[in-house]
Structures are given as structure tokens and as C-alpha cells.
């Protein structure tokens, strides 16, 4: 099936789940939406990313994609049952595959996850989690400081490091086997996290756990690409396109063509 | 949903993936049917693998389970879209799950499988990887003496890893980051297996990652169980009932309860 998987998040964090699509599924083409106009998604009340997200869909259903990633976990926490009642293609979110990878992954049963206000607010990790396995103890934490570090490209230094071990310091003191990166920009900061947290626990990706799920439901439902052909991606962002090509080419190692889009603005906040 | 997920296996190496989906989905019921009096399958014609996976699978039928797991890598190979054809159920088998994992694990694109005879010969996953990713490098080595060790309940000691050291001989030389266990009684001899490796091969265990992709489908397709109960697990086996217990009792670490089935004769090879 040659039509495309639509991927979209409030920024560049989805980016992290375009380069696993790219890594694990290198058939299949990609097109992109970043809202980074209206970054972070984080902070902001439930019904406005609903709003949100449901236009950026809007938006991708002009490409007739094949099935829709909300590579946000603020935007799935609060908005993905709607948009996967409305949409007649697979939407995939990316709270349960990290949840899954946990569950997998943890041999104590204690599991650590961070993200946004937004995200840790709505407890979806959580309900996740204890939906397949009720006697897993979960604690988390909201690092509302590390989106807008990876959306101004400071994924490395002095001043991250900073904002890291502050925001972690708690967590660091808890018993846990894996720590879940509940947002999708976190995977930018993997390096500082994981010399915080220390080599006893486990970083879960959910870039990267997304992605192999992503996998695992086109095969199941007969959808995968078949051409041999290297696919074409595009990529639109709603801010600054000059920012999300510098970070993008950056962290995907190739040229892209980003295309800006600008909203209507009653839709500006 | 509270019906039963229905797991067959030509003798005991489902039980890894049982095991598996007892860790990682504590509230599902599992039947399960270990084929002892016709292990091993490996070296059979696929028509007569095919012909008693049919016949696994309608006796497991009667208990009306809401998913079929062919925890047989022989069989999958074989039977898998077949099987998948006739149910009305999803059928999940364990070539696809450990494919997709190893190509999210691999960074060489140089992958090894190990398995029986007849999954090897039917270069089932090479062309799953291929399906997916078509660059990368697959070697595959059969490991025939593997199984009978396993159904023995020789997993350690000086002759396993006399066979294990022959039977991967050839593939310690080749370069590969990731080796697919190929086949559902490997992870009985994992330790062995990753020694002889040496630390720079990471192991598939295709049973964890089918329980992991069970979970991902029950979850997409609504089906999870919903019961805090702690399920009662069912066993049959079509051999001997005594060892079959005493090796699933020491790998799952619980009491379970075990029922003989006796085929009819005209199905007795």
C-alpha cells in the first residue's frame, strides 16, 4: 500500500518517531506536520490541544494517508480516542507502546515515567500500565522545561544538564528498573537523562517502541508499502520553517524540504 | 473480553512465549496445547506440519478462544496464513514479532536466525526482514539438535553446550549484532546460547516479543481482558503428561494442571 503515514506532534518532537519510521520501516513514506507556531502542547488545557490536533488532522487527510501517528504524547493522552472514533484508517498514539516496552522490559514491576503537565496531569501512563497489569507500581513526574529546550535545538551543555538533573532529582531517589520518556522531544535529551538517571535503569523510547508498533499494525493488517523505490517525505510545520529544517536535517541526517503553513487567525493563540 | 488466548506448540517451547504472556499480561487466560507425542516438527514435510496445526487448532476451538497463537516457528512458517485465512479470530505467529524486534535492534543491518530445519529451509525470515527492510543481511544456521535436548529437559551441562558450540560454529565467525531464536525452545538453552555468542550479539527471543505484540493487538482491537481475576491457565499435551508437568512447572514457576489428549490413530506418525 503506497499511501503514506500521516505523523504529527506540536513541534519537532515527533521527529523522533519519523527517524525510527525511517530506521525500522524504510519503505514507507512520511508526511509531517509540526505545529511549532503553538509549541509546547504541554501547558496548555485539554480541549485546546483536542482542538489542536483534530485540525492538524484536518490538515494530512488532504494526502489520503493510510494511518495517522499522534507523535505527541500530550496530544494522545487527552485527544486520541476522538480522533480514532472519527477516522476510518488505524491512528496510533504513542502512550501505550512505551507502556507495553515497559511492561516487557521491567523485572521489579517499578516504572518511572516523565513528560509533560499535560501528560502527567491526565495520568494515560498510568491507566495504561495498569490496564494490562494492575499491581504495577508507576511513578511519575512533569518536566514542563525540556520541550522548549529541544525547541530551540539546546539538546547538549551546561544549561541542560542543569535543567536535567533539577528536574529528575526526585525521580533519581525512587526504585525503579525503567524510566518511560513520555514525550516525544525527550528522546533529544537521551544522553544527559540517561548519565542522570545512572546505568541501572532502562530509558523506554516511545519514538522508537512507536515505531516498531507502527510495524506491527500495517503487517497485521495487510497495509505495509511494497515498492522497493526510496519514498519521498514531506514535511510541514506551522512556525518558523527555517528552526524545524535546521533541527530536523539535524537529528534525521539527510535534506528535507519543509513547506510552512500558516493558520487561520481565529486558530492562533 | 474473558475468553481464553489458545497457544499450540509442537512439544514444550510455547511455554516460553506462555510464560511471556503470564509476565506481561498477568489478567489473560491462556489454553495451551503441546503436541509431545509428535515432537519434534522441525524435520517433517511442511504438508504434514500443516496438517497437524489444523488439527491443534480445532481441538482448541471448542474453547472458543478469542485469539490463536502459533507459538511454533515450524509451523508459522508453514501453516500461519492458513490458519489465519479459515478463523474468524486474529492468529499471531512468532516469525513476524521476532523480525520486527531484531530490525529495530539491529544499527549493522546484518541480522543471524537460528532455527529448526523446516523454518529455516522456508526462509520465512528472511523474507519477513526483506518484506520490511530490504537491505538487510540475513545468515541462518538450522540447529536440528536443539529441540530433542529441550524436550529431554537438558538445558545446561557439559552436552548442551558441547551441541550448542558445534551448531553455531560457523555462525560465531560471521558478523552480525543481533541473533533471532528462531524457534520457541531456544530460549530454554539462552544462556548457553549467549555465551557461546559472546556479548556483542544481542538475542531475539521471539517468545518475548510475540507476547509483546499480543498485547499490542488485544489492545487495538479492543480485546483485553478486563477481569483483576488471576485467570486459571489450562494445559493439554498429547505425550507424556508426566514430563511435560515437570518441565513446565520448572520453567513457569507455578503448579499447573496438566490433561493428556490422545489423538487417534490414523493421525499418529
Chains 1, 2 share one sequence.
Not at 480522533?83 to 514491576?109: F, N
Not at 522508537?208 to 517525505?233: D, Q, W
Not at 524545524?244 to 528535507?256: T, V
Request: hydrophobic letters at 40%; one cysteine or more.
Amino acid at each position: 500500500m503506497q499511501q503514506a503515514i500521516a505523523i504529527l506532534d506540536s513541534g519537532v518532537g515527533g521527529l523522533t518517531v519519523v527517524k525510527e519510521v525511517m530506521r525500522q520501516l524504510p519503505q514507507e513514506k512520511i508526511v509531517y506536520f509540526g505545529d511549532t507556531a503553538r509549541t509546547p502542547y504541554g501547558p496548555r488545557p485539554a480541549e485546546e490541544v483536542t482542538r489542536f490536533t483534530h485540525q492538524i488532522v484536518d490538515y494530512l487527510l488532504q494526502f489520503h494517508p493510510k494511518m495517522v501517528v499522534i507523535a505527541c504524547n500530550t496530544a494522545t493522552a487527552v485527544a486520541l480516542e476522538e480522533i480514532r472514533a472519527r477516522l476510518p484508517v488505524p491512528v496510533v498514539g504513542v502512550i501505550h507502546p512505551g507502556a507495553r516496552a515497559a511492561i516487557k522490559m521491567t523485572r521489579t514491576q517499578k516504572i518511572g515515567v516523565i513528560g509533560t503537565i499535560g501528560t502527567i496531569q491526565s495520568n494515560a501512563y498510568e491507566t495504561a500500565l495498569r490496564q494490562i497489569s494492575p499491581h504495577i507500581e508507576v511513578v511519575s513526574r512533569a518536566c514542563p522545561l525540556f520541550v522548549p529546550l529541544v525547541e530551540k535545538g539546546v539538546f547538549h551543555g551546561e544549561q541542560t544538564r542543569q535543567v536535567v538533573e533539577e528536574s529528575l532529582s526526585e525521580l533519581k531517589e525512587t526504585p525503579m528498573d525503567c524510566l518511560i520518556l513520555g514525550c516525544t522531544h525527550y528522546p533529544f535529551l537521551t544522553d544527559t537523562i540517561a548519565s542522570v538517571m545512572g546505568p541501572q535503569v532502562t530509558l523506554i523510547n516511545s519514538a522508537e517502541e512507536t515505531a516498531r508498533e507502527i510495524s506491527t499494525i500495517l503487517y497485521h493488517k495487510g497495509m505495509l508499502a511494497t515498492s522497493n523505490k526510496l519514498p519521498v517525505h514531506q514535511f510541514f510545520c506551522s512556525g518558523d520553517p527555517w528552526m524545524f529544517k535546521m533541527i530536523a536535517q539535524g537529528w534525521l541526517n539527510e535534506q528535507i524540504k519543509v513547506t510552512p503553513v500558516v493558520w487561520q487567525v481565529p486558530n492562533i493563540i
